[in-house]
Nanobody
Framework: QVQLVESGGGLVQPGGSLRLSCAAS????????MAWHRQAPGKQRELVAG???????EYTDSVEGRFTISRDNDRRSVYLQMNSLKPEDTAVYYC??????????????WGQGTQVTVSS
């Protein structure tokens, strides 16, 4: 079983920055895509950013140029640097990952989420 634990959320003023971290544990042989999603109150969960094994990244339009996703395979971690935050970025942010267990079975897991609130 894979566990993903997010950290780094909190309250920040508009224009500020936060860095989210997500650490994975479990009998993991390898990761494929690692990603961050978010869900604002009353809205559907949406993909914010994703990163593949070779470092290819993808961002939703609303965060392009402000957010940066990165990963550290040795530390089994994925990060989201969020700059120039806006009130509309307020949401619960979830880490997600796909990959393979040591027994060669695939997995897809979600973290429990971390709250990000952007407000003055």
């Amino acid at each position: 079983q894979v566990q993903l634990v997010e950290s780094g959320g909190g309250l920040v003023q508009p224009g500020g920055s936060l860095r989210l971290s997500c650490a994975a544990s479990g009998s993991i042989l390898s990761f494929n895509v690692m990603a961050w999603h978010r869900q604002a109150p009353g809205k559907q969960r949406e993909l914010v950013a994703g990163i593949t094994t070779d470092g290819t990244t993808e961002y939703t339009d609303s965060v392009e140029g402000r957010f940066t996703i990165s990963r550290d395979n040795d530390r089994r971690s994925v990060y989201l640097q969020m700059n120039s935050l806006k009130p509309e970025d307020t949401a619960v942010y979830y880490c997600a990952a796909t990959g393979m267990y040591y027994n060669r079975r695939p997995f897809a897991s979600w973290g429990q989420g971390t709250q990000v609130t952007v407000s003055s």
